[in-house]
């Protein structure tokens, strides 16, 4: 089957850097997507990676090894508005979305 | 309007009750989606809608109806809902590309804020 995993939920501090994981296992691969999404918003998006390395986008970034099966999404100066839930999802060969359950990231002061 | 709209932000209806959630794209997109967001759960997929046609159905049961009469507008009508219907309800849209029958999607979709559904 297909599987999408990351954390529940990670806590960090303001200021700090976070790194949030996604590993996955999917029929094929057409890209990844990053996506944030507060309490009771739409989620929006962050990054797609369809090639191995590292994407830059400000404070964030996002990272993917294919061979590995294996991404993550990296937050720097942290703050507090970066609380959310962070969404990985891999199209797969039939261009199908494959989404992770989401991982709760927590801010603190 | 920009972006994509729901509307409602919020419904509560009984097990017996008929309801609609409409959903509206302003960003001139081609296909349109219907997703189920449970709490610490990943997204299911519900139906596609691309150039107005359905091409997916993800075992979806009948209670759940989708209508798309245009490329900006898609309707999800409910009945007889069951409580464990109960969760956020996601519409979004995205530009496929493609050609020879082949679709490809692997461009950004963009969400609605959803409608939070209760059934009791």
């Known amino acids: 089957g297909q599987n999408i995993d990351q954390p529940t939920e990670m806590t960090a501090t303001e200021g700090a850097i976070v790194q949030i994981n996604c590993t996955y296992q999917?029929?094929?691969?057409?890209?990844l997507f990053w996506y944030q999404q507060h309490a009771g918003e739409a989620p929006t998006f962050l990054s797609y990676?369809?090639l191995d390395g590292l994407e830059e986008k400000g404070r964030f970034s996002s990272f993917l090894s294919r061979s590995k099966g294996y991404s993550y999404l990296l937050l720097k100066e942290l703050q507090m508005k970066d609380s959310a839930s962070y969404l990985c999802?891999?199209?797969?060969?039939?261009?199908?979305?494959?989404w992770g359950a989401g991982t709760k990231l927590i801010i603190k002061p | 309007e920009t972006g994509v709209t729901q509307t409602p932000r919020h419904l509560v209806m009984g097990m017996t009750n008929k309801k609609s959630l409409k959903c509206e794209q302003h960003?001139?997109?081609?296909?349109m989606y219907w997703y189920k967001q449970s709490a610490k759960k990943p997204l299911e997929l519900m139906f596609v809608?691309?150039?107005?046609?359905?091409?997916e159905n993800n075992s979806v049961p009948s209670r759940f109806s989708p209508e798309c009469p245009n490329s900006s507008h898609l309707f999800l009508h409910l009945h007889t809902l069951q409580p464990e219907d109960s969760a956020l309800y996601l519409c979004?849209?995205?530009?496929?590309?493609?050609?020879?029958?082949?679709?490809?999607?692997?461009?950004?979709?963009?969400f609605g804020q959803g409608t939070r559904l209760t059934v009791v």
């Open positions: 999917t029929s094929g691969f057409n890209g």
């Open positions: 960003l001139g997109h081609n296909a």
């Open positions: 809608y691309s150039l107005e046609e359905r091409v």
């Open positions: 999802a891999v199209m797969d060969s039939n261009y199908q979305l494959i």
């Open positions: 979004a849209s995205s530009q496929e590309w493609g050609s020879e029958g082949v679709v490809r999607r692997n461009t950004e979709a963009f």
């Open positions: 990676n369809v």
